[in-house]
């Protein structure tokens, strides 16, 4: 194999391709792109690269967009995806899934086209400062000097072989938690030139290196040797992408697993579905001396409150976003300032304030006792109490009693089932329900993600949700990402699932906008609508503010025609209003079909 590209006659497109091959070396497996002008060597390098073989491009038709499709692919593979851009505010739309990538510790690398140097500063038409535009969300930032003539030189090469590694490292969280990384790339016309197939090599398999794009974790803490307490006390605390090393701490701790709905970790014996409602009990929030988290816990107030409270000892558990979870207020390595203006490092803890310790890992040593198992017995058989039987179906043993009546009784209960509306827990349910290992799970930041998360059983599924800011935008982009990476790496496809509101749905209307030359992917949007913002109405301000002063300025009510807007956009249609419709819908084969759900509550 060559060394470099032959030279195509534009040292954009000699830079650009060899760029995009050594990104290739380095594990990057997927370029999303949304098309310009100035990133045009890029992009059509890509498109090279992968008829060659080695690399996967998906072309999405805004950056907006494109940004939250590379997150899910990341989220999903593990190790970055490159997203292009041109230049202008085509980079400014990419700041939303920047900085979901970097508060959830997701890789990717930002390849944004930029004007060279004596066009900078001078007015020229699409140009801005884009070295550093987002800020602290991207710690790895290159500005990358306008190719000359000597484009494809082995010089050049070796630099820009270098700066992939680097950027592809700083991504994958190498010497650092895993984030974006910016390569900023000037290029000055001709901005490309045509690529015969025979000037551009494909990467073979075993040059490149997933391992080394593979998302890590910095090991800069140490870990924490744990045993079960002397006297039962200790719970585990998983918040979203704790993984399923909660579930194995809390089993060998002999400790109650409250775990959220997107942790990873919502399986296993130790499992409390009804953690929020124990948490304010003082028989059990008021009973735990030791708080083991993982994960960033969003979904509830208990939790922060618990590990505020004097007396309670917090272990957390050093993950891969940006900021430790410290509600406590004890990590010396908070990058805002507290509300006094105090330096951070040097404010001291009060009396009333828990101890916080921050570690990188957790290993249990020692074996639990009986307490300890009735220490979990009881928090599992409360939650299960607070639960219920939930909504019991008809009674299934008189569909068979030889008592006729018992048996017409059978069957109009299960007519009167089916016919129900559907509310936001019967939704919730019923998604859960039909989801399994082979498939995924996305919900958005609405208020159904909360519903489920205080109500669905354990089950060992992958579920995700943009969690890192819990910004309702992007949601519909981030589960065709995670689709595509699925279906690229398993050979039996399963369904991704959204579950989400339906502002959740209008803000990310863009991520049903399709190219004909794309591949589509399997995914159900499931989409609770009640026409508004029902999560603001548990606001306290509801209770003292007008009716009509909420409604328009917090629930921003809206009715919008769902069906006509996505068979518009080429997506497929199902309306289920009942309990029976759910359920046939939710099993209908069909690929890239959105589901609305009018709720009744």
């Given at each position: 194999m060559a060394d470099g590209p032959a030279g195509s006659g534009s040292p954009a497109t000699d830079a650009a391709l060899t760029l995009l091959q050594e990104l290739v070396r380095a594990g990057v497996t997927d370029v999303v792109v949304s098309p310009g002008s100035r990133s045009q060597a890029l992009a059509l390098a890509a498109v090279a690269i992968e008829r060659a073989g080695g690399l996967t491009v998906h072309v999405r038709l805004d950056e907006r967009t494109a940004g939250f499709f590379a997150l899910g692919l990341a989220v999903e593979s593990g190790r970055p995806a490159a997203v292009v851009t041109t230049s202008g505010t085509a980079v400014a739309n990419l700041h939303p899934a920047v900085l979901e990538a970097h508060h959830s510790g997701v890789p990717m690398i930002v390849l944004s086209a930029d004007r060279p140097d004596e066009l900078r500063g001078i007015g020229s038409n699409q140009t801005t400062v884009q070295p550093g535009m987002f800020g602290d969300a991207v710690a790895f930032v290159r500005d990358v000097e306008a190719p000359s003539a000597h484009g494809a030189d082995a010089s050049v090469r070796a630099a820009l072989r270098d700066l992939a590694r680097q950027a592809v490292a700083a991504a994958a969280g190498h010497t650092g938690q895993p984030g974006p990384a910016q390569l900023n790339v000037a290029f000055r016309e001709p901005l490309s030139a045509g690529l015969d197939a025979e000037n551009v090599q494909g990467v073979p398999d075993d040059e490149v290196d997933t391992a080394f794009a593979t998302r890590r974790v910095h090991g800069g803490l140490p870990a924490a040797e744990l045993s079960p307490d002397d006297e039962p006390g200790t719970v585990v605390i998983a918040g979203h992408d704790a993984g399923a090393d909660a579930e194995r701490i809390a089993w060998e701790l002999g400790a109650p697993l409250l775990a959220e709905v997107s942790s990873g970790a919502r399986f296993g014996r130790n499992l409390v579905v009804a953690y929020r409602d124990l948490l304010r009990d003082p028989d059990f929030g008021g009973a735990v001396r030791r708080a083991v988290v993982l994960g960033h816990p969003t979904l509830s107030r208990e939790v922060p409150a618990l590990l505020q409270r004097q007396g309670v000892e917090t272990i957390v558990v050093r993950g891969p976003a940006a900021d430790p979870f410290d509600p406590a207020r004890a990590s010396p390595h908070r990058r805002f300032p507290d509300a006094a203006g105090a330096s951070p490092g040097?404010?001291?803890?009060?009396?009333?304030?828990?101890?916080?310790?921050?570690?990188?890992?957790?290993?249990?040593?020692?074996?639990?006792?009986?307490?300890?198992?009735?220490?979990?017995?009881?928090?599992?058989?409360?939650?299960?109490?607070?639960?219920?039987?939930?909504?019991?179906?008809?009674?299934?043993?008189?569909?068979?009693?030889?008592?006729?009546?018992?048996?017409?009784?059978?069957?109009?209960?299960?007519?009167?089932?089916?016919?129900?509306?559907?509310?936001?827990?019967?939704?919730?349910?019923?998604?859960?329900?039909?989801?399994?290992?082979?498939?995924?799970?996305?919900?958005?930041?609405?208020?159904?993600?909360?519903?489920?998360?205080?109500?669905?059983?354990?089950?060992?599924?992958?579920?995700?949700?943009?969690?890192?800011?819990?910004?309702?935008?992007?949601?519909?982009?981030?589960?065709?990402?995670?689709?595509?990476?699925?279906?690229?790496?398993?050979?039996?496809?399963?369904?991704?699932?959204?579950?989400?509101?339906?502002?959740?749905?209008?803000?990310?209307?863009?991520?049903?906008?399709?190219?004909?030359?794309?591949?589509?992917?399997?995914?159900?949007?499931?989409?609770?609508?009640?026409?508004?913002?029902?999560?603001?109405?548990?606001?306290?301000?509801?209770?003292?503010?007008?009716?009509?002063?909420?409604?328009?300025?917090?629930?921003?009510?809206?009715?919008?025609?769902?069906?006509?807007?996505?068979?518009?956009?080429g997506w497929e249609y199902r309306r289920a209003e009942t309990w029976g419709d759910l359920e046939r819908v939710l099993t209908d084969p069909a690929e890239r079909v959105v589901i609305e759900v009018p709720l009744a509550d």
């Amino acid at each position: 194999m060559a060394d470099g590209p032959a030279g195509s006659g534009s040292p954009a497109t000699d830079a650009a391709l060899t760029l995009l091959q050594e990104l290739v070396r380095a594990g990057v497996t997927d370029v999303v792109v949304s098309p310009g002008s100035r990133s045009q060597a890029l992009a059509l390098a890509a498109v090279a690269i992968e008829r060659a073989g080695g690399l996967t491009v998906h072309v999405r038709l805004d950056e907006r967009t494109a940004g939250f499709f590379a997150l899910g692919l990341a989220v999903e593979s593990g190790r970055p995806a490159a997203v292009v851009t041109t230049s202008g505010t085509a980079v400014a739309n990419l700041h939303p899934a920047v900085l979901e990538a970097h508060h959830s510790g997701v890789p990717m690398i930002v390849l944004s086209a930029d004007r060279p140097d004596e066009l900078r500063g001078i007015g020229s038409n699409q140009t801005t400062v884009q070295p550093g535009m987002f800020g602290d969300a991207v710690a790895f930032v290159r500005d990358v000097e306008a190719p000359s003539a000597h484009g494809a030189d082995a010089s050049v090469r070796a630099a820009l072989r270098d700066l992939a590694r680097q950027a592809v490292a700083a991504a994958a969280g190498h010497t650092g938690q895993p984030g974006p990384a910016q390569l900023n790339v000037a290029f000055r016309e001709p901005l490309s030139a045509g690529l015969d197939a025979e000037n551009v090599q494909g990467v073979p398999d075993d040059e490149v290196d997933t391992a080394f794009a593979t998302r890590r974790v910095h090991g800069g803490l140490p870990a924490a040797e744990l045993s079960p307490d002397d006297e039962p006390g200790t719970v585990v605390i998983a918040g979203h992408d704790a993984g399923a090393d909660a579930e194995r701490i809390a089993w060998e701790l002999g400790a109650p697993l409250l775990a959220e709905v997107s942790s990873g970790a919502r399986f296993g014996r130790n499992l409390v579905v009804a953690y929020r409602d124990l948490l304010r009990d003082p028989d059990f929030g008021g009973a735990v001396r030791r708080a083991v988290v993982l994960g960033h816990p969003t979904l509830s107030r208990e939790v922060p409150a618990l590990l505020q409270r004097q007396g309670v000892e917090t272990i957390v558990v050093r993950g891969p976003a940006a900021d430790p979870f410290d509600p406590a207020r004890a990590s010396p390595h908070r990058r805002f300032p507290d509300a006094a203006g105090a330096s951070p490092g040097n404010r001291r803890r009060g009396p009333s304030e828990s101890s916080t310790t921050f570690v990188s890992d957790v290993r249990v040593t020692g074996r639990t006792r009986s307490e300890h198992r009735a220490w979990v017995g009881r928090w599992v058989g409360a939650s299960r109490q607070l639960l219920g039987d939930g909504d019991a179906g008809p009674d299934l043993g008189a569909k068979r009693s030889p008592d006729r009546a018992e048996r017409n009784k059978f069957l109009r209960d299960e007519v009167a089932l089916r016919r129900r509306p559907v509310d936001r827990a019967m939704l919730a349910d019923a998604v859960w329900g039909v989801t399994w290992p082979h498939d995924r799970l996305v919900f958005g930041a609405s208020q159904i993600i909360r519903v489920a998360d205080g109500r669905v059983l354990g089950k060992k599924i992958r579920v995700h949700a943009n969690r890192g800011l819990a910004g309702i935008d992007g949601t519909v982009s981030t589960a065709l990402g995670i689709a595509a990476a699925l279906e690229q790496s398993s050979a039996s496809v399963g369904t991704t699932r959204v579950l989400l509101g339906d502002l959740t749905l209008l803000h990310d209307l863009g991520a049903f906008v399709t190219g004909t030359e794309e591949r589509t992917h399997r995914v159900q949007v499931v989409v609770g609508n009640d026409h508004g913002g029902a999560i603001f109405r548990g606001l306290e301000v509801a209770r003292t503010t007008p009716p009509e002063d909420m409604r328009r300025m917090m629930s921003t009510p809206q009715h919008v025609d769902v069906e006509r807007v996505v068979t518009g956009l080429g997506w497929e249609y199902r309306r289920a209003e009942t309990w029976g419709d759910l359920e046939r819908v939710l099993t209908d084969p069909a690929e890239r079909v959105v589901i609305e759900v009018p709720l009744a509550d």
